[in-house]
C-alpha cells in the first residue's frame, strides 16, 4: 500500500563505522591530517532532545558537507587546539549520528 513504512534493522556497528569513515575522509581531504593519537573519535547516537545543546552551534558554526540525498554532514570545529571538532551526520534524512574527535582523556 502507498505510505507504509517498511523498518530495515541496521546493527549499531555499522553505523559506527561509517560515522567513523567520514569523520576521518573529511579530516584528510578537508585538513590534509590523519586522525592519530593523542586524539580519538567518539560515537553518539542521540535521540533529538538528547542532541539538542549540540543543535545551537551546529546551527551557528557548522561547515556543511552535502552528497544527497544519502548523506549530510555538519561539521563544528572546537576553539581549543584547530584539531577537535564535532559533527552531525544525517542518513537518509531519516535518523542522525553524532561524532567527537578530542585528545583522548586518560582514565586511571
Known amino acids: 500500500m502507498p505510505g507504509e513504512r517498511v523498518a530495515i534493522l541496521i546493527p549499531k556497528q555499522s553505523f559506527e563505522r561509517i560515522t567513523e569513515k567520514i569523520v576521518r575522509g573529511i579530516y584528510y581531504i578537508e585538513d590534509g591530517v590523519l586522525i592519530e593519537p593523542p586524539y580519538e573519535i567518539e560515537f553518539f547516537a542521540l ?40 559533527f552531525e551526520i544525517t542518513f537518509w534524512k531519516q535518523f542522525k549520528t553524532y561524532a567527537s574527535v578530542s585528545v583522548k582523556s586518560d582514565q586511571g
Do not use: C, N
Not at 549540540?54 to 563544528?76: C, H, M, N, Q, T
Open 47 to 86: 535521540s533529538e532532545e538528547g542532541a539538542e545543546p549540540l543543535k545551537a552551534a551546529f546551527d551557528r558554526w557548522a561547515k556543511v558537507y552535502s552528497r544527497e540525498p544519502g548523506v549530510i554532514v555538519r561539521r563544528a570545529l572546537a576553539q581549543d587546539d584547530g584539531m577537535s571538532s564535532f
